[in-house]
């Protein structure tokens, strides 16, 4: 007899959100007192996250993809309970476990914009993006300049993808000084940027 689990019924996400207690430790600290309680919270957050996760997976990569960038097969995502003043990062893709859903597609959205930028066969055009933001912007310090890009992917993404609350998306993921300043730039380049490619309006 064949038992099936719930993911072997579909296709597995290219983005597998998966919670680890041992790496959860290893982020936030050991916690204190019976591990049980925090291990069953954690398994029942990554289904319900991959029951949000999982009908949208496919046209996440269907965005990336019409803009002509390229992806690894799969990656894990793994939810953690963050300390104070630590942000998502993407390797591994690590974010706050958050049930405000929106708030966790913007970030998985802006960890895989990372992502693709990182992936060598997308390295031609994003240096050619990135020298032009740095020749354009030279005060703007390393960061507001990386995230010009990542933050512009970001929003052409959740765009395309959710085209009734991308907006609510896009305020979910700021708060951080630089990160604000990016969005503040973007906000000003907006009739400029090509979102159906921003990659290559920003590159002229
Ligand atoms: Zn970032």
Redesign the pocket.
């Known amino acids: 007899m064949t038992i099936y689990s719930r993911s072997d019924k579909q296709p597995a996400a290219r983005l597998s959100i998966s919670y680890s207690l041992s790496y959860d430790w290893l982020v936030r600290g050991r916690p204190e007192g019976d591990w049980r309680p925090i291990l069953k919270e954690g398994l029942e957050y990554q289904e319900a996250a991959r029951a949000e996760w999982e009908p949208l997976d496919r046209l996440v990569f269907e965005a990336y993809r019409a803009m002509g960038l390229k992806f690894w097969d799969t990656w894990r995502a793994y939810p953690v309970k963050f300390p104070e003043a630590v942000n998502a990062f993407k390797d591994p893709l690590t974010f706050p476990m958050t049930k405000d859903w929106e708030e966790m597609f913007s970030v998985l959205v802006?960890e895989l914009c990372?992502l693709h930028e990182d992936h060598p066969g997308n390295s031609p055009r994003y240096q050619a993006c990135l020298d032009r933001v740095r020749a354009d912007f030279p005060r703007e310090n390393e960061t507001v300049q990386f995230?010009l890009l990542?933050c512009a992917l970001q929003r052409a993404i959740l765009m395309r993808v959710f085209p009734d609350r991308w907006k609510r998306m896009v305020n979910r993921g700021k708060g951080h000084p630089d990160?604000n300043r990016s969005w503040q730039l973007i906000d000003a380049l907006e009739r400029q940027i090509d979102w159906a490619d921003p990659w290559k309006s920003l590159a002229k």
């Open positions: 802006h990372h995230h990542t990160l």
